[in-house]
């Protein structure tokens, strides 16, 4: 389906052109002066440069010219030039009905899909999530809904952490800790025990005594350092152990991920890449990329146009040991091989953007991928405390993801116990439902560079640009379609009027912006659009409810048409809230 954009562009262009004038000059903006129309045109400004005439002579042909068409309700010529239009109300509901009859509400993809990879979420197997994984796991989720909602063949990746010196720490302290394992016995010769040594709140408790104890203890920071060397050499004893902590830690992390309700289609780490990367660093030596310096292997990345310097890239250290970049290569490796994907989206913290812009570069230098290849690196902002620090535990610790949601819920609960009667299951039930989407919202409404400040009170409140005010929406109307019902009105032959009163209009043309919305949050990898969106639509209806008698309209007509147009407002905003993977209550 044509956007209205498109179909006002199209008579513009019609009328343009009858006039003697270029195509090219007629384009449509959303207006930046809403108080006095809705759509704008200023192309006679630039086309009186060429034609030696007045702005305003122009505008004022143009203009006359489409005086009778049904699509404007008015199209006037305004000095020093500009034509500002309004909608014709009867375009408009003959719009919304087939955006409501069409297959994604008329939004298509103008160009081919295409197989792209997001890498998010990041993890570190063996540590416990913090709320600096939260960014990545709930952008990239959205992200990689976007995408999918375009048509594109989307593969997520969660691409753990499980390679690291998390790794050797852990070995180490187990050793210290339970020497009698087999693990630790160089003379077993059986099979190593199928149950892991550990359950997941011991190894929780395991890692940050052992990341602790290397920090004073240089013998102990040594033995795990060669215990992480063993491990990449494939030692059995290390394996086995780690096998063990990958089992247990990934099990964990999945809960964790289904509790944010977000999913990906590959579990891979760090660990899969490494077959790759003996050749792969072969090849980047064969072909003169990489050379030696001090003991290691480097790849230069510096390019002309680079205002400031660029540190070459290690793709080997001089004790062979594996590196961050390294593996992030050799993944794109094995992911060219698997998959060919078209584009990458990577999702971490912006701090890591020296790290991609490495890794993308040698890539492509390398023939990884191929020179064109389209990689995005979405650095995403930190999330601060109301003093504008890194978001800490009130005692100063580094704040679990657990608890992080648990002190939504639990902020939300509050507000729904203070002025509901529900009882306490579905009160705590339906606190889950919004803590979490306080959460992600208030995460998500802010452009991903840049950091925000957490304020549960701002983000749990049922007022202004939050999560609860969203769903309260949607619940809101919900709640009046099943009266409707209720009352016997059907759901059939729903079509919306011509619109009366500016609310309803205005609701009306918020509507029609879906597949704008749509293409600009995909393009520019932004779920914050998506939410601007559904912040104007809610509005939009929260005004045209506080005005319009809905259910108790007289006409019946008038009625229906009422319904039809909060029914597709319900259909736009719960599909968006699904692009966020925020869920929406029954009553709230
Ligand atoms: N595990 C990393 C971290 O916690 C994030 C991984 C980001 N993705 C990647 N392909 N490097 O910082």
């Given at each position: 389906?044509?956007?209205?954009?498109?179909?006002?562009?199209?008579?513009?262009?019609?009328?343009?052109?009858?006039?003697?004038?270029?195509e090219?000059?007629a384009?449509?903006?959303?207006?930046?002066?809403?108080?006095?129309?809705?759509?704008?045109?200023?192309?006679?400004?630039?086309?009186?440069?060429?034609?030696?005439?007045?702005?305003?002579?122009?505008?004022d042909?143009?203009?006359?010219?489409?005086?009778?068409?049904?699509?404007?309700?008015?199209?006037?010529?305004?000095?020093?030039?500009f034509?500002?239009?309004?909608?014709?109300?009867?375009?408009?509901?003959?719009?919304?009905?087939?955006?409501?009859?069409?297959?994604?509400?008329?939004?298509?993809?103008?160009?081919?899909?295409?197989t792209?990879?997001?890498?998010?979420?990041?993890a570190?197997?063996?540590?416990?999530?913090?709320?600096?994984h939260?960014?990545?796991?709930?952008?990239?989720?959205?992200?990689?809904?976007?995408?999918?909602?375009?048509?594109?063949?989307?593969?997520?990746?969660?691409?753990?952490?499980?390679?690291?010196?998390?790794?050797?720490?852990i070995?180490?302290?187990?050793?210290?800790?339970?020497?009698?394992?087999?693990?630790?016995?160089?003379?077993?010769?059986?099979?190593?025990?199928k149950?892991?040594?550990?359950?997941?709140?011991?190894?929780?408790e395991?890692?940050?005594?052992?990341?602790a104890?290397?920090?004073?203890d240089?013998?102990?920071?040594?033995?795990?350092?060669?215990?992480?060397?063993?491990?990449?050499s494939?030692?059995?004893?290390?394996?086995?152990?780690w096998?063990?902590?990958?089992?247990?830690?990934?099990?964990?992390?999945?809960?964790?991920?289904?509790?944010?309700?977000?999913?990906?289609?590959?579990?891979k780490?760090?660990?899969?890449?490494?077959?790759?990367?003996?050749?792969?660093?072969?090849?980047?030596?064969?072909?003169?990329?990489?050379?030696?310096?001090?003991?290691?292997?480097?790849?230069?990345?510096?390019?002309?146009t680079?205002?400031?310097?660029l540190?070459?890239?290690?793709?080997?250290?001089?004790?062979?040991?594996?590196?961050?970049?390294?593996?992030?290569?050799?993944?794109?490796?094995?992911?060219?091989?698997?998959?060919?994907?078209?584009?990458?989206?990577?999702?971490?913290?912006?701090?890591?953007?020296?790290?991609?812009?490495?890794?993308?570069?040698?890539?492509?230098?390398?023939?990884?991928?191929?020179?064109?290849?389209?990689?995005?690196?979405?650095g995403?902002?930190?999330?601060?405390?109301?003093?504008?620090?890194?978001?800490?535990?009130?005692?100063?610790?580094?704040?679990?993801l657990?608890?992080?949601?648990l002190?939504?819920?639990?902020?939300?609960?509050?507000?729904?116990?203070?002025?509901?009667?529900?009882?306490?299951?579905?009160?705590?039930?339906?606190?889950?439902?919004?803590?979490?989407?306080?959460?992600?919202?208030?995460?998500?409404?802010?452009?991903?560079?840049?950091?925000?400040?957490?304020?549960?009170?701002?983000?749990?409140?049922?007022?202004?640009?939050?999560?609860?005010?969203?769903?309260?929406?949607?619940?809101?109307?919900k709640?009046?379609?099943?009266?409707?019902?209720?009352n016997?009105?059907?759901?059939?032959?729903?079509?919306?009027?011509?619109?009366?009163?500016?609310?309803?209009?205005?609701?009306?043309?918020?509507?029609?912006?879906?597949?704008?919305?749509?293409?600009?949050?995909?393009?520019?990898?932004?779920?914050?659009?998506?939410?601007q969106?559904?912040?104007?639509?809610?509005?939009a209806?929260?005004?045209?409810?506080?005005?319009?008698?809905?259910?108790?309209?007289?006409?019946?007509?008038?009625?229906?048409?009422?319904?039809?147009?909060?029914?597709?407002?319900?259909?736009?905003l719960?599909?968006?809230?699904?692009?966020?993977?925020?869920?929406?209550?029954?009553?709230?």
């Amino acid at each position: 389906m044509n956007t209205v954009m498109e179909l006002i562009a199209a008579e513009l262009k019609k009328a343009f052109t009858d006039c003697g004038y270029d195509e090219s000059y007629a384009k449509v903006t959303v207006s930046n002066r809403p108080d006095l129309c809705e759509y704008q045109c200023n192309g006679a400004m630039a086309a009186a440069k060429s034609y030696r005439k007045a702005p305003f002579v122009i505008a004022d042909e143009v203009a006359g010219r489409l005086a009778d068409n049904t699509m404007f309700e008015t199209i006037e010529s305004v000095k020093p030039g500009f034509i500002n239009i309004t909608i014709g109300r009867e375009f408009l509901a003959e719009y919304l009905d087939k955006m409501a009859a069409a297959d994604k509400f008329g939004y298509s993809l103008n160009e081919e899909p295409k197989t792209v990879i997001v890498d998010f979420g990041g993890a570190n197997a063996a540590k416990p999530l913090h709320v600096g994984h939260l960014r990545s796991a709930v952008i990239g989720e959205s992200v990689k809904r976007i995408n999918k909602y375009v048509g594109n063949n989307v593969i997520g990746d969660v691409h753990l952490g499980d390679w690291g010196l998390q790794m050797g720490l852990i070995i180490e302290e187990l050793r210290d800790r339970k020497p009698e394992l087999p693990y630790f016995d160089d003379s077993f010769e059986g099979e190593y025990p199928k149950e892991a040594p550990f359950t997941i709140s011991e190894l929780e408790e395991i890692y940050p005594a052992a990341s602790a104890k290397s920090k004073e203890d240089e013998a102990f920071a040594k033995r795990a350092h060669t215990a992480t060397l063993k491990l990449q050499s494939k030692d059995p004893a290390c394996t086995a152990v780690w096998k063990h902590i990958m089992a247990v830690s990934k099990q964990d992390l999945k809960k964790n991920y289904d509790n944010l309700n977000v999913s990906f289609d590959l579990w891979k780490g760090e660990s899969d890449a490494q077959v790759y990367i003996p050749d792969m660093v072969q090849k980047m030596i064969d072909d003169g990329i990489a050379y030696e310096s001090q003991g290691a292997m480097v790849v230069d990345i510096q390019e002309e146009t680079d205002s400031k310097e660029l540190p070459p890239c290690i793709v080997r250290k001089s004790d062979g040991a594996a590196l961050y970049a390294t593996s992030d290569l050799a993944t794109l490796v094995e992911r060219e091989k698997d998959f060919h994907p078209d584009s990458y989206i990577y999702l971490a913290d912006k701090r890591q953007e020296l790290h991609f812009t490495q890794v993308f570069r040698v890539a492509k230098k390398a023939g990884i991928v191929k020179p064109d290849a389209d990689m995005t690196f979405l650095g995403f902002g930190t999330m601060n405390g109301k003093d504008g620090k890194p978001f800490k535990t009130r005692s100063g610790g580094v704040m679990r993801l657990e608890s992080l949601i648990l002190e939504i819920e639990e902020a939300v609960y509050n507000k729904i116990t203070q002025n509901r009667s529900m009882t306490e299951e579905e009160a705590k039930a339906t606190a889950k439902i919004v803590g979490l989407a306080a959460l992600k919202y208030g995460d998500l409404s802010n452009q991903a560079s840049k950091d925000y400040v957490f304020d549960i009170e701002r983000f749990s409140s049922f007022e202004g640009n939050t999560g609860p005010y969203i769903l309260y929406t949607i619940v809101r109307i919900k709640s009046i379609l099943n009266k409707y019902k209720e009352n016997g009105g059907t759901m059939d032959n729903l079509s919306v009027n011509a619109a009366g009163s500016a609310g309803e209009k205005n609701l009306s043309l918020a509507l029609t912006k879906f597949a704008d919305m749509i293409e600009s949050a995909y393009a520019e990898k932004a779920p914050h659009k998506v939410c601007q969106y559904i912040y104007e639509v809610s509005n939009a209806f929260n005004g045209f409810y506080h005005d319009t008698k809905i259910l108790s309209e007289s006409s019946e007509s008038l009625k229906k048409g009422y319904i039809a147009l909060i029914n597709l407002t319900k259909a736009i905003l719960e599909q968006c809230i699904e692009l966020l993977a925020i869920e929406c209550p029954e009553r709230m």
